[in-house]
């Protein structure tokens, strides 16, 4: 499981789409298709149900999604205090 495969199932939840998430994240609809596929694949759970229509939330998936955003959440939170603690630093220094 990679924060790059949490990214990718948030924002296909978020679009609804495959395509619409990949355009969104500046990459190919068979990486994010491939990446979630990999991921569902390693969990043993279905996070999406494909329809021409596009996607929607399987109920296993919204576990799993409300997990995601709690891990990316967190990710971008020890970014923010390490950034601004090495901002911080580097004035106090220089």
Known sequence: MTFQQLSF????ANCESINKAAERLYTS?????NSIK????ELGIQIFL????GVSVT??????L????EIIDKKIF???LYQAEKT???????
């Open 38 to 41: 990999a991921l569902e694949e």
């Open 9 to 12: 199932v948030v924002e296909v």
């Open 50 to 53: 494909r329809t021409k229509k």
């Open 78 to 80: 020890v970014e923010d």
């Open 88 to 94: 911080v630093f580097l004035r106090c220094s220089g």
């Open 66 to 69: 409300s997990y995601a955003n």
């Open 29 to 33: 609809q068979s990486n994010v298709s």
């Open 59 to 64: 109920e296993e998936g919204r576990e799993c």
